[in-house]
C-alpha cells in the first residue's frame, strides 16, 4: 500500500463546475500539506500549503485538511478551462527541520470544457 | 528574475552512454532535489542534497549520480547502470526549514 494515495482519474467537468480533489495517506505524522498544480510538459507550481488540520482558502481554491481522516482535500470553484491540469498532493512529517522530504500522490487529471 | 533553470529541455540517451542533466537557482536556497516523474507513478525522490558538498539518496538513487560542488547548481548524471532511464526529470529547491519546494521546467530523457 502507497502512503499517499490519489486517484488519477481523468476528470473532466463544465466550465464552472465545483471541482473537488482528494488523498488519503497512512502516515500520521504528517503534518505539512500541500497541493501542486503541473500543465503539461512543465514543472509543478505549489498552488496551496497548509499545516495540521483545517481549511485555507485562496480565491477559486480552498484545501482541507482532515488529520482523524488521514484526508486532504482541495476545492476549485468557478472552475476555468485554464485550470485544465494534472493536480498532486505532497505531504510531509519534517515539522520545521532544515529538509523536508515530499511524498507526492500519483496525481489527478482534470479538464475543465468549456 | 528569481527561478530555477533545467537543461536541456530535450535530451537523448545511447545505450550505453552515461548523460548530465543540469540545475541552476538563483533562490539562495540551501536544499535542492532530484525527482523522476513517470506516467501515473507521481514524483519519486532520486538524491537531495542539504548544503554544498553534501547529498544524501532518496528512494530511487540506483543508476544516478550527483554533486553539489556550489550552493546554485546540482547536476545529475544518468549513468549506463540505469536501464529504464525514458522519463521526465524535474528538480527543486527549498529554504532552510521550509517544506514547500519549487520547482523547475524539467528535461526529457529519451532513449534512442
Known amino acids: 500500500q502507497k502512503e499517499v494515495e490519489q486517484d488519477p482519474g481523468p476528470l473532466s467537468v463544465p466550465e464552472g463546475a465545483i471541482v473537488s480533489l482528494n488523498c488519503t495517506y497512512s502516515n500520521s505524522a504528517f503534518q505539512y500539506f500541500m497541493w501542486y498544480r503541473q500543465y503539461s510538459r512543465k514543472g509543478p507550481e505549489l498552488l496551496m500549503y497548509?499545516?495540521?488540520?483545517g481549511n485555507k482558502e485562496d480565491g477559486r481554491f480552498t484545501a482541507q485538511v482532515d488529520k482523524s481522516s488521514k484526508y486532504i482535500s482541495l476545492f476549485i470553484r468557478d472552475s476555468q478551462p485554464s485550470d485544465s491540469a494534472t493536480y498532486l498532493c505532497a505531504m510531509s512529517d519534517a515539522g520545521g527541520t532544515s529538509y523536508g522530504k515530499l511524498t507526492f500522490g500519483q496525481g489527478t487529471i482534470l479538464t475543465v470544457h468549456p | 528574475d528569481g527561478g530555477i533553470t533545467q537543461s536541456p529541455k530535450y535530451l537523448f540517451r545511447k545505450e550505453g552512454q552515461n548523460v548530465t542533466l543540469s540545475c541552476e537557482q538563483n533562490l539562495n536556497h540551501d536544499a535542492m532535489y532530484w525527482y523522476r516523474q513517470d506516467p501515473g507513478q507521481g514524483l519519486r525522490l532520486i538524491y537531495y542534497s542539504q548544503i554544498v558538498n553534501d547529498f544524501q539518496k532518496g528512494d530511487i538513487a540506483e543508476g544516478y549520480s550527483v554533486s553539489r560542488e556550489k550552493k546554485e547548481s546540482f547536476p545529475l548524471t544518468v549513468t549506463s547502470a540505469q536501464k529504464n532511464p525514458t522519463a521526465f526529470y524535474l528538480c527543486?529547491?527549498?529554504?532552510?526549514?521550509?517544506?514547500?519546494?519549487?520547482f523547475g521546467p524539467g528535461t526529457r530523457l529519451l532513449v534512442l
Open positions: 527543486a529547491s527549498s529554504g532552510r526549514g521550509v517544506e514547500t519546494q519549487y
Open positions: 497548509t499545516y495540521s488540520s
